[in-house]
């Protein structure tokens, strides 16, 4: 059977895993290690908050190392997951379509969003463990006009205990991650190595003869027919990078800013994060209580459970790159502008619930959906292959988004991960 080597092992990297497996003999080379829910007591580590312990997000990988963090532009941090299943682990599990751009360049995902609906259990009836709170500024929303809707999830939440750890990996199993595709595909006969870092694709005469890769201290060599690179957003581009080939500096990143204030009791640290959305024109506002804010920033110094928050995700513009292990990226006037304008809407739903404008305070500017440096274009609609690759190297994750979403990006993922596979099944 002719070898394929998957790179990474998230949402894109996984599907491809399990849909390859069976026509290729499939190996996935994972830079991080397995992945396992943080299962410290978060009080705890609230208590560290005044002990000057806690200064910078990077320390997170310390006692967390499936998360990691890295500093941005304009102070933004940039969290993605690196462990068996990327970071799907620490997602929040929404799952929305959102294929608008890609539809204008000529490409119907419709037969892959339906075998999506039904290979993955979603679930939208979790309003019944909503705290009074979030029913209330749901209420708001909908009186203000803006059509708030209860967001879909991935798993089966009726199990759901609204402990709000999402971020930090389910530890009830309630919540779906793409670790799930790759028991499949291992049940089938595919390998997986984790702690297995690519540094490059070997390629000659526009074919990829395998990768390279690091594990501890040593280089291994894994020849393939068919190279799948599905390193995520800000890993894939670095691998290209390393191979010699040049991405776009055309990088998004969906930034998030939270907006907060005190509110008695309200104990949404203890809820079910993103349970509703309002979708703006190019962002979202969502309830979102921010770990990373409480636990790093000094503007969070109230009770965890006395913060209520919104999150605004912002459908960024495409500029920005990475060279060299670094990212470049600032928000541009554009961007700002849509963020100001994100505030008020925010400060008007505070407001309505009670709360002055002069009682909010700001979350970290962080973000964590990069993508696009690898853009589909109307050109490749029907390859999915971009001409600067070796003709069996293809590309599977957020790297192909041609612009920013500002909303959650997984189920759309996989859906381009189910059709890049199928053009390779085809053509291998
Ligand atoms: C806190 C948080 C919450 C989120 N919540 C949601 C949500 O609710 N819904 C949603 O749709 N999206 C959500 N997202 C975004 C979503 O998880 C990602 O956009 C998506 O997982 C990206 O998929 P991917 O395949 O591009 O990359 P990833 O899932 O990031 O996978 C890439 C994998 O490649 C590995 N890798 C990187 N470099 C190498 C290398 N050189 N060699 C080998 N392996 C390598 C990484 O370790 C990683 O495991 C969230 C993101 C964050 C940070
Ligand atoms: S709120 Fe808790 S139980 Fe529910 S999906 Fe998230 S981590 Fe799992």
Redesign the pocket.
Known sequence: MNKAVV???????AMCARELQGKYQVTV????REFRPFGLDLGLIAGLRWTGLLYDAREIGWIFPAMRMRRAGAGMIL?????S????T???????RQDGALKELGIDLDEEFAELNREIPMFSGHQKIWRPLTASFFAICREMGLDPQAMPKMGDYSHCRGCGRC?LGCPHGVKWD?RRLLEQAQKIGARLLTA???ERVVHDKGRARGVL?RHGLRKKWFPADLVIL????L?TP??LEDSGIACDDSLFVDPVLCVAAEMENCRQDCELP?PFAVQMNGYIISPYFDHLSFFFNREWRHKAGNIYSLMIKLADENRGGMSGGRVRKTLTAADRARLEQAVNVCAEIFQRAGVDKGRLFFGTLNA??P?GMLPLAAAQSGTFHDPRLPENLFVA??SLFPVALGN????T?MAMAKRVARLCRQAG
């Open positions: 790179i990474g092992s998230g949402a894109g990297g080379l994972e830079a991080g969290v993605n997951g690196s462990c299943g990327g970071t799907t620490i997602s929040t599990g929404n799952a929305l971020v793409s297995h870092r690519v890769a599905a390193a995520g957003g890993g670095q691998v993103m964590g959906h993508g994750d957020a959650p990006p997984i189920l993922i």
